[in-house]
């Protein structure tokens, strides 16, 4: 079974700390991404990656960096933790290939920043 | 630009009753057009999508979904509602010539059920 793994269910940080959220995949795919899920709002894509050591913005990529240091992880970094980037985070990763695909999503972490 | 739009942000429905939700887009060319659903506590899951031929589609736990390119709409139904079926559902659009990183997610409409 086809698996996304997101290290934390629930975090709390404190306003200014630095804060990773991490994603494991074990599909092998090559593309991994990363949104955050606002009520109202949807879904909107941070930053995604089509291999390792890539990655590119999304729509929202503010305040946000990554790192892709192995195919199967793909972390998401808050430099300084701010009031407004609480929210839920959402992992999902795809095969490579042209056109959009499947994505596979993770359970999401709800980040609170205080 | 694209656009999806889910006029419907809440939806309540008796069990055993039909369902349809409403997906509406702007695109300029044909689309690749998605549905996926959000169970409480989980990340989303696909139930369909819609690339190209028959414009009626059918997904996984009952849903389908039917592509009518003169209204610009994908909406999703299913005969019989199920307690299970209570969650949020998006619809999703990206064109296609790009892949997922030009895709666009609705607000998403929350399904209630009641027995």
């Known amino acids: 079974d086809v698996k996304v793994t997101q290290s934390s269910r629930y975090l709390v940080k404190r306003t200014g700390e630095k804060v990773f959220l991490e994603c494991v995949q074990d599909m092998d795919h090559e593309n991994m991404f990363w949104y955050r899920q606002d009520p109202g709002l949807g879904l909107r894509l941070i930053y995604f990656s089509y291999d390792v050591k890539m990655k590119e913005k999304g729509d929202i990529p503010e305040g946000y960096s990554v790192s892709r240091e192995k195919k199967e992880r793909f972390s998401l970094i808050l430099e300084s933790a701010s009031t407004n980037q609480t929210s839920m985070y959402l992992c999902a990763s795809t095969p490579a290939g042209a056109g959009a695909h499947e994505l596979f999503f993770g359970s999401g972490t709800q980040l609170s920043v205080l | 630009a694209q656009s999806v739009t889910q006029p419907d942000i809440h939806i309540t429905v008796s069990e055993g009753a039909s369902l349809e939700l409403r997906c509406n887009y702007s695109y300029g060319a044909t689309p690749y057009l998605f549905w996926y659903v959000q169970s409480p506590g989980q990340g989303l899951q696909l139930l369909l999508k819609y690339f190209s031929g028959d414009t009626l589609v059918q997904g996984i736990k009952g849903f389908e979904a039917e592509f009518k390119r003169s209204q610009s709409s994908f909406n999703l139904r299913k005969p019989s509602v199920h307690w299970s079926d209570a969650a949020e559902y998006f619809c999703?659009?990206?064109?296609?010539?790009?892949?997922?990183?030009?895709?666009?997610f609705g607000t998403g409409t929350r399904l209630t059920i009641i027995p």
């Open positions: 999703a659009v990206g064109p296609s010539n790009f892949g997922n990183e030009k895709l666009t």
